[in-house]
């Protein structure tokens, strides 16, 4: 990797960090995570009632909600990436909802092909059971097996995950994005690999500092609030919710249920900032993997091959 490449990644990098600028991509992705998360509470609660038809529903419907609130907060991110003037929520999740499918048709296509190759393995595998030729062939399989799917998984996860989205996100068709996916992973995946993992740090350093915030705040707030106001409340309650633990996982935390008021409002408030919590940690993760795309394709659009 050449200086003036590791120069341009690295400011482009670092550049995520503003994405808790980006206040539309901010409300996007708060109401995304508020509105997910209760869906997934009444699929919960319709689960415990026996309603197993409801709870179904309840889920897809927080995945589909999670799915183009996602697709919508990269498309402002990909505006602010790229320099141009953020555009509306509204417009962005209009976009989303006309483009999103073809992330889905790159995940089916990238999905095919690693069908494919298990299909191929579990062939070679079936054929090891053969008696005269079983195991100098499984001997082969075994060396052949393990490096192709480690690399699959290692393409998949920061590869094909992080890129997919942001190609889609701006304006590319699922047969260039395939493309580019093809030919990052043959020509420039050294690259790609070191750039995601500078996004994974900064991600994994936002994640730190907002834990550090969430759970230094939460404990001087219950002690104020029992030893100073005197205020009817079990800190491991504010705690559990703070983690984004529900009413029904308390127990599983350890932390009583709440019974009072005061500690129905704590887990209400302590629910907000745990989604609050998670906002940034996912600005600069999609800000990123925006990023890293923009300095590959710009690499791809500068190779003279």
Do not use: K
């Not at 690999?193 to 994994?204: D, E, K, N, R």
């Amino acid at each position: 990797m050449s200086q003036s490449l590791t120069l341009q990644a690295l400011n482009r990098v670092l550049a995520s960090l503003d994405a808790a600028r980006n206040g539309p991509a901010l409300y996007a992705l708060l109401s995304t995570l508020c509105l997910t998360g209760l869906l997934l509470a009444s699929a919960e609660a319709a689960l415990a009632r026996q309603e197993s038809g409801w709870g179904m529903a309840w889920a897809a419907l927080a995945l589909l909600v999670a799915f183009y609130g996602v697709n919508t907060t990269g498309l402002l991110l990909m505006d602010q990436s790229q320099g141009r003037p953020v555009r509306d929520v509204r417009d962005a999740f209009r976009d989303a909802l006309g483009q999103a499918h073809r992330v889905l048709l790159c995940v089916l296509a990238v999905l095919i092909l690693l069908g494919l190759l298990v299909a191929a393995l579990t062939g070679l595998l079936w054929a090891a059971r053969l008696p005269a030729i079983g195991q100098a062939l499984f001997t082969l399989t075994v060396p052949v097996g393990v490096l192709l799917l480690g690399m699959a998984a290692l393409l998949v996860a920061l590869l094909v995950g992080p890129l997919t989205g942001p190609a889609i996100w701006s304006g590319q068709g699922v047969r260039d994005t395939l493309a580019l996916l093809r030919r990052q992973a043959r020509e420039r995946l050294p690259e790609a690999l070191v750039l995601m993992a500078a996004v994974l740090l900064l991600t994994a350093l936002a994640s730190a500092a907002v834990s550090f915030v969430v759970l230094t705040g939460g404990r001087v707030l219950a002690l104020l609030a029992i030893w100073g106001a005197d205020i009817d409340l079990q800190p491991q309650q504010l705690m559990a919710a703070l983690l984004g633990y529900g009413l029904r996982s308390l127990g599983a935390s350890g932390a009583p249920l709440p019974e009072t008021p005061m500690s129905q409002a704590a887990m209400a408030g302590g629910g907000v900032v745990a989604a609050l919590a998670l906002v940034l940690p996912g600005l600069v993760y999609l800000r990123g993997c925006c990023a890293v795309y923009l300095v590959l394709r710009d690499l791809q659009a500068s190779d003279p091959s």
